[in-house]
Nanobody, 115 residues
Framework: QVQLVESGGGLVQPGGSLRLSCAAS????????MYWYRQAPGKERELVAR????????TYADSVKARFTISRDNAKNTVHLQMNSLKPEDTAVYFC????????WGQGTQVTVSS
């Protein structure tokens, strides 16, 4: 069965960095685009970044461009989100997603940016 397991969240001060990881299994990872989303309290879930199967193409939400980098390791079935220059407004639960016959989500990892 499809499994997505996020890790790497935590508490960080403004201006700091975190690297999130999502370990995938149960499907042909190298054939699928992967997505990172986030959901802040009281807000809708929003797309943060997408990476195409080979990793050659990526897209980002305007709010994270130039600060976040999505990458993937197809040999390890893992997708990462490097987050730099973090701001309090980046505080959210971060999820990875894959779309197969339907959308599959991980359980999420909490990122809190606060001094």
């Amino acid at each position: 069965q499809v499994q997505l397991v996020e890790s790497g969240g935590g508490l960080v001060q403004p201006g700091g960095s975190l690297r999130l990881s999502c370990a995938a299994s149960g499907f042909t990872f190298s054939s699928e685009s992967m997505y990172w989303y986030r959901q802040a309290p009281g807000k809708e879930r929003e797309l943060v970044a997408r990476i195409w199967p080979t990793g050659g193409s990526t897209t980002y939400a305007d709010s994270v461009k130039a600060r976040f980098t999505i990458s993937r390791d197809n040999a390890k079935n893992t997708v990462h989100l490097q987050m730099n220059s973090l701001k309090p407004e980046d505080t959210a639960v971060y999820f990875c997603k894959v779309v197969l016959s339907r959308s599959y989500w991980g359980q999420g990892t909490q990122v809190t940016v606060s001094s």
